[in-house]
């Protein structure tokens, strides 16, 4: 497994950019697809965005698409997630994950590493 740390959370106004990065201990990171879930109180981890592994194609949920942007750099063996247009139902604990495959998945149960969470506020 591959040890993750997320940050770059925290709290905005309606509008607003925060960039989640996802720091990957190890060297196998290049190996990794890679995956950013969210979960809001009370309700179930959702998807976010992932992207796979060498191709670097990527996969964006409807609710953030256009306004959210997955990208890593296996240079600094580190994921971003680029969020812009924040909404309030943006609101929510995001985790990156990692999954041993050059394909990545919207399915929570395909990844095997998690990071601990960072906490995206978005006031109106």
């Known amino acids: 497994q591959v040890q993750l740390a997320e940050s770059g959370g925290g709290s905005v106004q309606t509008g607003g950019s925060l960039r989640l990065s996802c720091a990957a201990s190890g060297r196998t990171f290049s190996t990794y697809s890679m995956g950013w879930f969210r979960q809001a109180p009370g309700k179930e981890r959702e998807f976010v965005a992932a992207i796979d592994q060498g191709s670097g194609t990527t996969l964006v949920a409807n609710s953030v698409r256009g306004r959210f942007t997955i990208f890593r750099d296996y240079t600094k063996n580190t994921l971003y997630l680029q969020m812009n247009s924040l909404k309030p139902e943006d609101t929510a604990v995001y985790y990156c994950?990692?999954?041993?495959?050059?394909?990545?998945?919207?399915?929570?149960?395909?990844?095997?590493?998690w990071g601990q969470g960072t906490q995206v506020t978005v006031s109106s």
């Open positions: 994950a990692a999954r041993p495959s050059s394909i990545s998945s919207m399915y929570s149960k395909d990844y095997d590493s």
